[in-house]
């Protein structure tokens, strides 16, 4: 008797690098700056409630706070539509569902979790001079593993090396993490969730 071996959910990231990335980094440490002096400024956006990420970071619609995250918004949705139309997704629109900044002090880290039903984008603002590590994680709670075999190729949790500038976006429900920041430099990335809008009636 043969048995075959079908891969099933086989999952995908997608990345690249932000045009003009220099000027939206200015324009994102800025704000990392006014929210880290809310004595000068008055202005503090940080959510009261603790989540899965455990570091600090703006409000969950930071987009409709900051105008310069509201243009980013627009922007890599651009890029994203461009990309979606060239690949022939079935994605007739998106639009933004939440956007923040995270950034990761010593010690600092996210722990695993998901973003729901979405598409997910990560910018990686200013992360090569710490040591924190991003993962993507699977959700697979039994893996057959031969016995006898030195080096298996099923690994639960997946690294993604990323340099000042890469944007990765992804399904939402993808759990993923930050390791800890063990360096004295500051992390620092945002996060965009886009809903998947079907405006007109499908048949």
Known sequence: MQI????VFTSEVFTFQLPNFDVWKKQIKQIVLV????????????????????AKRTA????????????????????LC???EHEGY?????????CWINWYNKDNYSQPHNHGSCLSVVIFV????????FFFHANNNFVLVKKNE???????VKQVTAKDGTVIFFDGSLQHSVSANKSTNTRITVAINYDVDYKEERT
Not at 64 to 79: A, H, Q
Not at 126 to 133: L, M, P, S
Not at 150 to 156: D, G
């Open 60 to 79: 969950w619609n930071s987009h409709l706070r900051y105008n310069s995250l509201n243009l980013l918004c627009d922007e890599i949705k651009n890029y």
């Open 82 to 84: 461009k990309f979606i």
């Open 35 to 54: 929210e880290n002096n809310k004595q000068i400024h008055g202005q503090d956006t940080s959510p009261k409630n603790k989540c899965n990420v455990m």
């Open 150 to 156: 030195a080096e298996s190729n099923y690994n639960n």
């Open 90 to 98: 079935d994605i007739p629109s998106l639009e933004v569902e939440n």
């Open 4 to 7: 075959n071996k079908i891969p």
């Open 126 to 133: 200013d992360v090569e001079n710490t040591d924190a590590k």
